[in-house]
C-alpha cells in the first residue's frame, strides 16, 4: 500500500514504478534490490539530482518476489516546515494509513518482513530521522526501512549504496552511446526531438554534466530551442539555468533550484566555504582550501568540518583514500561550482578570492620548480598536473582582463620546466605572448618573460625569437642578471644552429655555459649549455666534445637534474659514437635512459637517446661502420613547428 501527495509528487511516484523509466541503472538497481531484500536498514545516498528516489521507487515496487507485504512511503515535501517530531508525525500518519496496527507501528507479532518503510528525501529531517529510525528498528523486528538522503544515516547495521552520476563514457568493448548520452537522447525523444544526433557534440554534453541525470533530463528539455552544439556552448557558460516548465517535483524546475535545496540545509561557515572554493577549476587539498576561504569571518579551523559536510553532501567529490600516502584532494560538481560562483559574486567577495586564489597558484608554481631544482623532478611535474587546471585558469583570467597578470607570468616562469622539457613549449609560448602584452612594460618579470617566450618558440618562430632576445638583452645588463644573460646566450646558439652556423653556436653555448651561475633557478643549469656545446663540437671534434660532455656530466646540478644528467650523457655517447667508439656510445646511450625513465618524464630526451641507441646498433649503417644517427632535433616545440635542422643537433637546440 502506498501513501501519496497530491500534483507533482503523484506524477513522479506513477512515473517510474517498476524501474521502466530507469536509463543506464540496470546494475544499481540490482544492487539495491539484493540489499533491501536482505538488510533491514539500506540508505541510498548520492548528489542532488543523481536519482536516488527514482531508483528506491524501482526497487520496492517491482513486480518480483519480495519479502515484505505492505509499502509505505514517506516523503519529505517540498516547503514542509521542518518542527519538533514533524518526520515522526507523518511516518504515524502514514503507517495508520496504510493499515499498520497499534498507530504508528506494527505490532511486535508482525512477520519479519511484513512492513517496507521508504523515507524517501530526508535531508531536511536528517537528525531525527536517525533517532526514529533506530527506534523503529529496535522496537519492531517486523519493519525494514529504505532511506534516500544525500548521506548516511550512520547506523551500524546500515548497508548504504552510494549512487554516482551516470558513466559519460560507453563501458570498454561495449558498442553504442554511453549510459549517460543515452538518457539524454531518450529523455529528448519523448519532448519531440526528432534530429539525428552528433554523437561528439552530445558525448561533449554529457561531459561538461557530469553525468548527472537531472542535469541530463533538464537539458534534454532544450533541445527544441538549440542544436546540440549550441547546447554545449551555453552550458560551457553555465549550467544553472537550465529549467523545466513542468517539473516532477518542485525543487527541480531548474538546476539552479535543485542546488539551492542542497545550499538552504549548509550553515553560515559551510556556504562561505562552498562559494569561496567556487574559484577551484580542478582538484585541490584541505591545505589550499584552508587558505583561499579563510578571513575575517572564517577562522582556518573551521574549513576542513565544512569540507567533510560538502563531501558527505556531494558538492565535492573526494579523490584519494584517507590514510593514504598522498593527501585527500576534493573536487567541486560542476553545477555546485556554478551555483557558488554566483553567490560568490551576490555576496561580492569574487576579487578578494581570486586574490588569494592567484596567490596560492603562485606559490604551487614556485614550490614545483624548487621541486625540479632539488632533484625531485618526477613529484615536481605531478605537482603541476595535480594543479594544472587551476593554473590554466590562472593563466586565462589573466589573459582576458579578469586576473592578475603578473601574478600569472610569475607562475609561468616558474613553470619554465614543464614547457620545455615535458613537451608543453607551444601551450607556454602563447600564453607567455598574451600575458607580456598585458604587463607592465617596466616590470622585472618582462625581460624573463621574453627569454622563455623566446627559447620555446625559437624553432617555429625563429624571427620573433630572435626580437624577443634583442629586447631582453638590455634589461638583463642593466639588472646585472647573469643568469638570464647566460640563458639568453643559450638560446642565441639555438638560433645560429638552426641557420646552420656550428661555429656561432659553439661560441654561444660555452658564453651561456660561462655566464649562468649553478644553481640559478628559474631557467636550465649551465650543464645544459655544455651538453648542447658537445653536440656542436661533435661533428668536427670529438674528443673536445667528449671533454666538453665530461665537463657538463661534472657539473653540481647534474647530480640533481635528472634531465640535465641525460643531455650530457647523451652529448656524450654521440661524441663516441662520432671517434668511432661504438660499444661505449651504446652502453653509455643505455644507462642514460635507464636513468632517465627512472628519474622523470622528459619525452623528447628519452626519444634522442632511444633514436640514438637505434644508431648505435652495427646492422642499421650501410657499411658497418659508425654512423650519425638521424635524430629528430630535440627542442620545445610541438610536432608540426619548424622545419627540422641538422639531425645530429638533437640536444644542441636546448
Given at each position: 500500500m502506498w501513501t501519496r501527495g497530491e500534483g507533482h509528487d503523484a506524477r513522479f511516484v506513477g512515473g517510474f514504478q517498476d524501474g521502466r523509466d530507469l536509463v543506464g541503472r540496470d546494475g544499481e538497481f540490482a544492487e539495491l534490490r539484493r540489499a533491501v531484500s536482505g538488510h533491514r536498514l539500506v540508505t541510498v545516498t548520492g548528489a542532488a539530482g543523481t536519482g536516488k528516489s527514482r531508483l528506491a521507487l524501482a526497487a520496492v515496487t517491482s513486480p518480483l518476489d519480495s519479502p515484505?507485504?505492505?509499502?509505505?512511503?514517506?516523503?519529505?515535501?517540498?516547503?514542509?516546515?521542518?518542527?519538533?517530531?514533524?518526520?515522526?508525525?507523518?511516518?504515524?500518519?502514514?503507517?495508520?494509513?496504510?493499515?499498520?496496527?497499534?498507530?504508528a507501528l506494527p505490532p511486535r507479532t508482525a512477520p519479519a518482513g511484513d512492513v517496507l518503510l521508504l523515507l524517501d528525501d530526508v535531508d531536511p529531517v536528517h537528525t531525527e530521522c536517525i533517532g526514529l529510525v533506530q527506534t523503529l528498528l529496535m522496537a519492531r523486528p517486523g519493519v525494514r526501512i529504505l532511506v534516500t538522503s544525500r548521506r548516511p544515516l550512520g547506523l551500524g547495521d546500515e548497508d548504504v549504496i552510494r549512487l554516482a552520476p551516470l558513466p559519460v563514457e560507453a563501458a570498454p568493448g561495449r558498442a553504442g552511446p554511453s549510459p549517460a548520452a543515452e538518457l539524454l537522447v531518450s529523455r529528448a525523444r519523448e519532448r519531440g526531438w526528432r534530429e539525428d544526433p552528433d554523437p561528439a557534440a552530445v558525448a561533449r554534453v554529457c561531459r561538461l554534466l557530469e553525468g548527472v541525470p537531472l542535469a541530463l533530463e533538464l537539458a534534454a528539455g532544450r533541445l527544441g530551442e538549440w542544436t546540440t552544439e549550441?547546447?554545449?556552448?551555453?552550458?560551457?557558460?553555465?549550467?544553472?539555468?537550465?529549467?523545466?516548465?513542468?517539473?516532477?517535483?518542485?525543487?527541480?524546475?531548474?538546476?539552479?533550484?535543485?542546488?539551492?535545496?542542497?545550499?538552504?540545509?549548509?550553515?553560515?561557515?559551510?556556504?562561505?566555504?562552498?562559494?569561496?572554493?567556487?574559484?577551484?577549476?580542478?582538484?585541490?587539498?584541505?591545505?589550499?582550501?584552508?587558505?583561499?576561504?579563510?578571513?575575517?569571518d572564517l577562522a582556518p579551523h573551521e574549513v576542513p568540518p565544512a569540507l567533510a559536510t560538502l563531501g558527505a553532501t556531494g558538492v565535492l567529490q573526494v579523490l584519494g583514500?584517507?590514510?593514504?600516502?598522498?593527501?585527500?584532494?576534493?573536487?567541486?560538481?560542476?553545477?555546485?561550482?556554478?551555483?557558488?560562483?554566483e553567490r560568490?559574486?551576490?555576496?561580492?567577495?569574487?576579487?578578494?578570492?581570486?586574490?588569494?586564489?592567484?596567490?596560492?597558484?603562485?606559490?604551487?608554481?614556485?614550490?614545483?620548480?624548487?621541486?625540479?631544482?632539488?632533484?625531485?623532478?618526477?613529484?615536481?611535474?605531478?605537482?603541476?598536473?595535480?594543479?594544472?587546471?587551476?593554473?590554466?585558469?590562472?593563466?586565462?583570467?589573466?589573459?582576458?582582463?579578469?586576473?592578475?597578470?603578473?601574478?600569472?607570468?610569475?607562475?609561468?616562469?616558474?613553470?619554465?620546466?614543464?614547457?620545455?622539457?615535458?613537451?608543453?613549449?607551444?601551450?607556454?609560448?602563447?600564453?607567455?605572448?598574451?600575458?607580456?602584452?598585458?604587463?607592465?612594460?617596466?616590470?622585472?618579470?618582462?625581460?624573463?618573460?621574453?627569454?622563455?617566450?623566446?627559447?620555446?618558440?625559437?624553432?617555429?618562430?625563429?624571427?620573433?625569437?630572435?626580437?624577443?632576445?634583442?629586447?631582453?638583452?638590455?634589461?638583463?645588463?642593466?639588472?646585472?642578471?647573469?643568469?638570464?644573460?647566460?640563458?639568453?646566450?643559450?638560446?642565441?646558439?639555438?638560433?645560429?644552429?638552426?641557420?646552420?652556423?656550428?661555429?656561432?653556436?659553439?661560441?654561444?653555448?660555452?658564453?651561456?655555459?660561462?655566464?649562468?651561475?649553478?644553481?640559478?633557478?628559474?631557467?636550465?643549469?649551465?650543464?645544459?649549455?655544455?651538453?648542447?656545446?658537445?653536440?656542436?663540437?661533435a661533428h668536427h671534434a670529438p674528443e673536445a666534445a667528449a671533454r666538453t660532455a665530461d665537463r657538463a656530466l661534472a657539473q653540481p646540478s647534474c647530480a640533481n637534474d635528472a634531465w640535465a644528467a641525460a643531455l650530457a650523457q647523451y652529448a656524450r655517447a654521440l661524441a663516441d659514437l662520432r671517434a668511432g667508439r661504438l660499444g661505449r656510445a651504446r652502453h653509455?646511450?643505455?644507462?642514460a635512459l635507464a636513468d632517465l625513465e627512472a628519474r622523470v618524464e622528459a619525452p623528447r630526451a628519452r626519444?634522442?637517446?632511444?633514436?640514438?641507441?637505434?644508431?648505435?646498433?652495427?646492422?642499421?649503417?650501410?657499411?658497418?661502420?659508425?654512423?650519425?644517427?638521424?635524430?629528430?632535433?630535440?627542442?620545445?616545440?610541438?610536432?608540426?613547428?619548424?622545419?627540422?635542422?641538422?639531425?645530429t643537433a638533437s640536444l644542441a637546440q636546448r
Open positions: 515484505w507485504r505492505t509499502v509505505v512511503r514517506v516523503r519529505w515535501h517540498d516547503g514542509i516546515p521542518v518542527g519538533r517530531r514533524a518526520l515522526t508525525a507523518r511516518v504515524e500518519r502514514a503507517l495508520s494509513g496504510a493499515g499498520v496496527p497499534d498507530g549550441q547546447l554545449a556552448d551555453h552550458l560551457a557558460a553555465g549550467q544553472c539555468r537550465l529549467a523545466d516548465p513542468a517539473p516532477l517535483l518542485l525543487r527541480h524546475r531548474t538546476l539552479r533550484a535543485a542546488i539551492g535545496a542542497v545550499h538552504a540545509l549548509c550553515d553560515p561557515a559551510q556556504r562561505r566555504v562552498w562559494r569561496r572554493l567556487s574559484v577551484f577549476a580542478g582538484p585541490f587539498t584541505e591545505a589550499a582550501a584552508v587558505f583561499v576561504c579563510s578571513g575575517s583514500d584517507a590514510g593514504a600516502v598522498r593527501p585527500l584532494r576534493y573536487r567541486m560538481a560542476r553545477a555546485a561550482r556554478d551555483f557558488g560562483t560568490l559574486a551576490a555576496a561580492g567577495e569574487r576579487p578578494v578570492t581570486r586574490d588569494r586564489h592567484a596567490l596560492h597558484l603562485r606559490g604551487v608554481a614556485g614550490v614545483a620548480e624548487t621541486l625540479w631544482n632539488t632533484g625531485l623532478q618526477r613529484q615536481a611535474l605531478q605537482t603541476v598536473e595535480d594543479e594544472h587546471e587551476d593554473l590554466l585558469a590562472l593563466v586565462r583570467r589573466a589573459e582576458d582582463g579578469t586576473g592578475h597578470p603578473e601574478t600569472a607570468l610569475e607562475a609561468v616562469l616558474h613553470l619554465w620546466f614543464w614547457w620545455a622539457v615535458h613537451d608543453h613549449a607551444r601551450e607556454g609560448d602563447d600564453h607567455l605572448r598574451l600575458l607580456l602584452a598585458r604587463v607592465a612594460a617596466d616590470s622585472p618579470l618582462v625581460a624573463r618573460g621574453r627569454w622563455l617566450a623566446a627559447w620555446l618558440g625559437a624553432a617555429r618562430d625563429p624571427r620573433t625569437a630572435h626580437r624577443l632576445l634583442s629586447l631582453a638583452w638590455p634589461a638583463a645588463v642593466l639588472a646585472g642578471d647573469d643568469a638570464l644573460l647566460g640563458r639568453i646566450a643559450h638560446v642565441h646558439g639555438t638560433l645560429a644552429w638552426q641557420r646552420q652556423d656550428p661555429e656561432s653556436a659553439a661560441a654561444y653555448y660555452r658564453q651561456a655555459a660561462d655566464t649562468t651561475p649553478s644553481g640559478a633557478p628559474g631557467g636550465p643549469s649551465p650543464a645544459v649549455s655544455l651538453a648542447a656545446l658537445a653536440v656542436v663540437q653509455r646511450a643505455r644507462r626519444r634522442a637517446l632511444r633514436l640514438l641507441l637505434a644508431a648505435c646498433d652495427p646492422a642499421t649503417t650501410a657499411t658497418g661502420a659508425p654512423a650519425a644517427p638521424h635524430l629528430r632535433p630535440h627542442v620545445p616545440v610541438p610536432r608540426g613547428g619548424a622545419q627540422t635542422p641538422p639531425t
